[in-house]
C-alpha cells in the first residue's frame, strides 16, 4: 500500500497520450467541499463546506476533516504522475456520542486539455474508522503497535482511508477517450498510502496526490429497435439486388 520518497508533481512535460505533443495539461483552482456524511446532522456539522466536525459540544475539542485545496498558481501536470490536489487535515480528539463513519469530499478543479477548459469534479469516498482508545492490558491498538509507541501514546490511533466514487465523477471526453480526476492517496512523511493512522490529541496534516486518469468512452450498443432497422435494410438491400 506504501511507496517510498514520491515526488508531488507540480510541473511535468508536454501531454502525449491522445493529445498533441504541445499540449499539456493545465490545472487550476482546485476547490473541495464535504457532501456527504454518515452519520447526518446534528451528529456532524458543516456539510457543503471545507471543513465538518463531530463529537464533543465544545468546539475547540472536537474532531474533524478539513481540505484546503492547491492555491497556488496554475501547473501543469502529466497524465498518470501525481500532484498536490491540497492538503487534508485530520482534527482528532477523543469525542463522546456518535463518532463520523464516513464523509464525501467534491473536489472541483479547472483542468486544461487540448487547449480546452473544463470543470472536473470527482468524489472522493473517506471512511472512518474511530477505534478504542484503551486496549484491554496486554492488548494492542488497532494499527498493530502497542499503547508505548509513539502514535499511541494520547490513546490508539483512528484510521482514515479513501478511494474514488468514480459513478459520481464527472470526466472529459476527448476523441475514443475520457479523463478524470483520480487520486493516489496521502503523502504525509514521505510516504503516500490509502490509509492514514492519525495521533489522538493531534492534527495530522497530509497532501491529498491527485492524478490525472483516462480510459476508453464506452460506445452504447445500438438498441433493439436499431438492429431490426439493419435486419429490415439488408433484407430488402439483398432483394433488391437479386432482382436487378
Not at 514520491?6 to 493529445?19: D, N
Not at 496486554?138 to 479513501?162: F, K, M, P, W
Not at 474514488?164 to 498510502?193: H, R, V
Request: hydrophobic content about 40%.
Amino acid at each position: 500500500m506504501k511507496h517510498s520518497a514520491i515526488t508531488l508533481i507540480l510541473c511535468s512535460s508536454a501531454f502525449v497520450t491522445g493529445l498533441a505533443a504541445a499540449s499539456p495539461i493545465k490545472i487550476a483552482d482546485v476547490t473541495g467541499s464535504w457532501v456527504n456524511v454518515t452519520p447526518g446532522a446534528p451528529v456532524v456539522s458543516g456539510l457543503n463546506t471545507d471543513t465538518i466536525k463531530w463529537g464533543n459540544s465544545n468546539p475547540d475539542y472536537q474532531s474533524g476533516y478539513a481540505f484546503l485545496g492547491n492555491a497556488a498558481p496554475a501547473f501543469h501536470a502529466t497524465e498518470g504522475e501525481e500532484f498536490s490536489l491540497g492538503e487534508f487535515m485530520h482534527f482528532n480528539h477523543p469525542i463522546g456520542g456518535t463518532p463520523l463513519t464516513s464523509a464525501e469530499l467534491k473536489v472541483t478543479a479547472m483542468v486544461n486539455l487540448d487547449g480546452v477548459s473544463q470543470i472536473l469534479e470527482s468524489i472522493f469516498q473517506f471512511d472512518h474508522w474511530e477505534t478504542v482508545n484503551g486496549p484491554a492490558a496486554g492488548e494492542t491498538c488497532a494499527n498493530g503497535e502497542s499503547r508505548e509507541s509513539t502514535i499511541n501514546q494520547y490513546g490508539c490511533a483512528d484510521r482514515v482511508t479513501l478511494a474514488l466514487n468514480e459513478s459520481s465523477s464527472s470526466y472529459y471526453a476527448i476523441g475514443s477517450k475520457k479523463y478524470y480526476l483520480d487520486i493516489t492517496g496521502f503523502f504525509q512523511d514521505g510516504e503516500l498510502a490509502h490509509e492514514l493512522w492519525t495521533q489522538e490529541r493531534t492534527t495530522s496534516t497530509s497532501l491529498l496526490s491527485g492524478i490525472i486518469r483516462s480510459s476508453a468512452l464506452e460506445v452504447p450498443e445500438p438498441s433493439s429497435f436499431a438492429l431490426v432497422a439493419l435486419s429490415l435494410l439488408g433484407f430488402f438491400s439483398r432483394k433488391m439486388w437479386r432482382r436487378g
